[in-house]
T-cell receptor, first 115, second 114 residues
Framework: SQTIHQWPATLVQPVGSPLSLECTVEGTSNPNLYWYRQAAGRGLQLLFYSVGIGQISSEVPQNLSASRPQDRQFILSSKKLLLSDSGFYLC??????????????FGEGSRLTVL | GNSVTQMEGPVTLSEEAFLTINCTYT??????LFWYVQYPGEGLQLLLKATKADDKGSNKGFEATYRKETTSFHLEKGSVQVSDSAVYFC?????????????FGRGTQLTVWP
């Protein structure tokens, strides 16, 4: 069966420090991968998506970047964090069947607090 | 464009009360519709889905019917439990989209008291 993991689960970082959140998917190949952010009191905002290795599309201009160095690995990064980067970050994937029906499978989430 | 509008919370109910969370959508194509649930401190889980008009999705006592004429996908449950306390997200995707991109509503916080 397929599983998705992301880490760390919780992170407290000072303003101006770097960030790296990792997400891996197991049990499938060539998934579409997504990073969403959920800010306090707000809905889910799609940040990045990837349909293959090295292929990254950004939905909104921001202080963050994403990379996909391997088929089932998706990394969210920042060189210098801002206070506004605080939030709950969710990685998600969908396979070919999911792409047709639209179902996304989410990781457990990473809560980032920037102080 | 594509968007989802759902009723704002928070919604507070007593155990065994009837629940309705309204959701309406706009879509440039033919959407599939979803309800996701997020329990405290966790990621999102698919609760139910419907892929064509008049389909009814159901799971764990929750139901939602895809109404094309009113562009709606309201979530209902006849008798809520304390364990149903969570944030509920309505979402859509365009059928056939290879990107698999979901458009989410802002979420509705549900709290059920014993």
């Amino acid at each position: 069966s397929q599983t998705i993991h992301q880490w760390p689960a919780t992170l407290v970082q000072p303003v101006g420090s770097p960030l790296s959140l990792e997400c891996t998917v197991e049990g499938t190949s060539n998934p579409n991968l997504y990073w969403y952010r959920q800010a306090a009191g707000r809905g889910l905002q799609l940040l990045f998506y990837s349909v293959g290795i090295g292929q990254i599309s950004s939905e909104v201009p921001q202080n963050l970047s994403a990379s996909r160095p391997q088929d089932r690995q998706f990394i969210l990064s920042s060189k210098k964090l801002l206070l506004s980067d605080s939030g709950f970050y969710l990685c998600a994937w969908t396979g070919l069947a999911g792409s047709l029906t639209g179902e996304l499978f989410f990781g457990e989430g990473s809560r980032l607090t920037v102080l | 464009g594509n968007s989802v509008t759902q009723m704002e919370g928070p919604v507070t109910l007593s155990e065994e009360a009837f629940l309705t969370i309204n959701c309406t959508y706009t879509a440039t194509g033919y959407p599939s519709l979803f309800w996701y649930v997020q329990y405290p401190g966790e990621g999102l889980q698919l609760l139910l889905k419907a892929t064509k008009a008049d389909d009814k999705g159901s799971n764990k006592g929750f139901e939602a019917t895809y109404r094309k004429e009113t562009t709606s996908f309201h979530l209902e449950k006849g008798s809520v439990q304390v364990s149903d306390s969570a944030v509920y997200f309505c979402a859509l995707t365009l059928r056939g989209s290879t990107l698999g991109r979901l458009y989410f509503g802002r979420g509705t916080q549900l709290t059920v008291w014993p």
